[in-house]
Nanobody
Framework: QLQLVESGGGLVQPGGSLRLSCAAS????????VAWFRQAPGAEREVVSC????????YYADSVKGRFTISRDNAKNTMYLQMNSLKSEDTAVYYC?????????????????????WGQGTQVTVSS
């Protein structure tokens, strides 16, 4: 059974930090493109950050550049999203995702409609 399980969400004050984790089981993340999406209430799901499977290049949405860092640990079969300097507008449910096609690696074009494996989501709330 292919599965992605997120953890690490929670409530944090503006300016604070959180690290999200996404553990894969049933398949190995190695060489797959991996990504984090988020969905705020009333908004569409959007890609936040991505690592291309072919060369390890990273992509960040403009709204999180300089604040968020995506990484992966192939030995642990886990991907991470380090979120610093959090803002209220970062409040959303965060999802990890992996495209079903192992060779797909165009991060700027990674849209929610692409056939993917998805985690169950973890809530991040930034509030004082």
């Amino acid at each position: 059974q292919l599965q992605l399980v997120e953890s690490g969400g929670g409530l944090v004050q503006p300016g604070g930090s959180l690290r999200l984790s996404c553990a894969a089981s049933g398949f190995t993340l190695d060489s797959y493109t991996v990504a984090w999406f988020r969905q705020a209430p009333g908004a569409e799901r959007e890609v936040v950050s991505c690592i291309a499977g072919s060369d390890g290049s990273t992509y960040y949405a403009d709204s999180v550049k300089g604040r968020f860092t995506i990484s992966r640990d192939n030995a642990k079969n886990t991907m991470y999203l380090q979120m610093n300097s959090l803002k209220s507008e970062d409040t959303a449910v965060y999802y990890c995702a992996v495209p079903r096609h192992r060779r797909w690696d165009y991060c700027p074009g990674y849209v929610p409609q692409l056939s993917s494996y998805w985690g169950q989501g973890t809530q991040v709330t930034v509030s004082s």
